[in-house]
Protein backbone atom coordinates (compact mmCIF):
# COMPACT_ATOMS: atom_id res chain seq x y z
CA UNK A 1 0.00 0.00 0.00
CA UNK A 2 3.47 2.44 0.26
CA UNK A 3 3.68 2.07 -2.86
CA UNK A 4 0.87 4.38 -4.17
CA UNK A 5 1.17 8.33 -3.90
CA UNK A 6 1.26 9.30 0.00
CA UNK A 7 -2.53 10.94 -0.07
CA UNK A 8 -3.90 7.38 -1.37
CA UNK A 9 -2.31 5.28 0.86
CA UNK A 10 -3.23 7.34 4.16
CA UNK A 11 -7.07 7.39 2.23
CA UNK A 12 -6.40 3.76 1.86
CA UNK A 13 -4.96 3.14 5.40
CA UNK A 14 -7.86 4.90 7.08
CA UNK A 15 -10.53 3.11 5.32
CA UNK A 16 -8.75 -0.15 5.90
CA UNK A 17 -8.54 0.01 9.37
CA UNK A 18 -11.80 1.31 9.99
CA UNK A 19 -10.62 5.30 11.31
CA UNK A 20 -12.86 6.78 8.22
CA UNK A 21 -15.81 8.61 10.52
CA UNK A 22 -19.04 8.66 8.75
CA UNK A 23 -21.12 11.79 9.05
CA UNK A 24 -24.48 11.00 9.16
CA UNK A 25 -27.18 12.24 6.83
CA UNK A 26 -28.62 15.34 6.76
CA UNK A 27 -32.56 15.09 6.39
CA UNK A 28 -35.79 16.42 6.93
CA UNK A 29 -37.04 13.74 9.34
CA UNK A 30 -39.14 14.23 12.11
CA UNK A 31 -39.55 10.73 13.70
CA UNK A 32 -42.00 12.25 16.01
CA UNK A 33 -44.22 13.62 13.45
CA UNK A 34 -43.94 10.72 11.63
CA UNK A 35 -45.61 8.78 14.59
CA UNK A 36 -48.31 11.26 15.28
CA UNK A 37 -49.26 10.91 11.68
CA UNK A 38 -49.19 7.07 11.96
CA UNK A 39 -50.93 7.09 14.94
CA UNK A 40 -53.79 9.13 13.50
CA UNK A 41 -54.15 7.10 10.21
CA UNK A 42 -54.55 4.03 12.67
CA UNK A 43 -57.42 5.67 14.68
CA UNK A 44 -59.42 7.20 11.67
CA UNK A 45 -58.76 3.88 10.25
CA UNK A 46 -60.26 2.33 13.43
CA UNK A 47 -63.08 4.61 13.29
CA UNK A 48 -64.23 4.22 10.17
CA UNK A 49 -63.82 0.67 10.71
CA UNK A 50 -66.84 0.91 13.72
CA UNK A 51 -68.78 3.33 11.44
CA UNK A 52 -68.97 0.64 8.69
CA UNK A 53 -69.84 -2.19 11.26
CA UNK A 54 -72.87 -0.21 12.99
CA UNK A 55 -73.94 0.45 9.55
CA UNK A 56 -73.81 -2.97 8.51
CA UNK A 57 -75.45 -4.30 11.36
CA UNK A 58 -78.34 -1.59 11.68
CA UNK A 59 -79.15 -2.72 8.04
CA UNK A 60 -79.11 -6.27 9.06
CA UNK A 61 -82.33 -6.85 7.78
CA UNK A 62 -81.91 -4.88 4.17
CA UNK A 63 -78.49 -6.61 3.23
CA UNK A 64 -80.16 -10.32 3.16
CA UNK A 65 -82.22 -10.12 0.02
CA UNK A 66 -79.45 -7.88 -1.60
CA UNK A 67 -76.95 -10.82 -0.36
CA UNK A 68 -78.87 -13.46 -2.98
CA UNK A 69 -78.65 -10.56 -5.94
CA UNK A 70 -75.04 -10.44 -5.37
CA UNK A 71 -74.65 -13.81 -5.63
CA UNK A 72 -76.75 -14.42 -8.50
CA UNK A 73 -74.69 -11.64 -10.19
CA UNK A 74 -70.88 -13.09 -9.44
CA UNK A 75 -72.48 -16.65 -10.74
CA UNK A 76 -73.52 -14.91 -13.64
CA UNK A 77 -70.43 -13.02 -13.93
CA UNK A 78 -68.10 -16.01 -13.42
CA UNK A 79 -70.23 -17.92 -16.36
CA UNK A 80 -69.62 -14.83 -18.70
CA UNK A 81 -65.67 -14.83 -17.60
CA UNK A 82 -65.38 -18.86 -18.46
CA UNK A 83 -66.93 -18.44 -21.36
CA UNK A 84 -65.33 -14.93 -22.86
CA UNK A 85 -61.95 -16.89 -21.70
CA UNK A 86 -62.99 -20.45 -23.86
CA UNK A 87 -63.41 -17.68 -26.79
CA UNK A 88 -59.94 -15.76 -26.38
CA UNK A 89 -58.36 -19.19 -26.38
CA UNK A 90 -60.26 -20.58 -29.63
CA UNK A 91 -59.33 -17.02 -31.34
CA UNK A 92 -55.65 -17.65 -30.41
CA UNK A 93 -55.30 -20.73 -30.98
CA UNK A 94 -57.33 -19.93 -34.67
CA UNK A 95 -54.57 -17.55 -35.04
CA UNK A 96 -51.94 -19.61 -34.10
CA UNK A 97 -53.25 -21.87 -36.65
CA UNK A 98 -53.51 -19.79 -39.40
CA UNK A 99 -50.05 -18.02 -38.86
CA UNK A 100 -48.62 -22.06 -39.06
CA UNK A 101 -50.34 -21.84 -42.54
CA UNK A 102 -49.08 -18.57 -44.13
CA UNK A 103 -45.27 -19.89 -43.26
CA UNK A 104 -45.88 -22.89 -44.88
CA UNK A 105 -47.36 -21.28 -47.88
CA UNK A 106 -44.64 -18.45 -48.20
CA UNK A 107 -42.31 -21.37 -47.42
CA UNK A 108 -43.12 -23.30 -50.41
CA UNK A 109 -43.97 -20.04 -52.80
CA UNK A 110 -39.84 -19.15 -51.79
CA UNK A 111 -38.72 -22.51 -52.77
Avoid: C, F
Avoid at 32 to 51: C, D, P, R, S
Amino acid sequence: MREIENGEATILDKVSHGLEETQPLKTNYNPMKTTKTKLALWIGGLAAGVAAGALIYQNREKLGPQKEKLSKLLGELQKTGEELGKKIKAAGLESIERGKALTQSTAEKLN
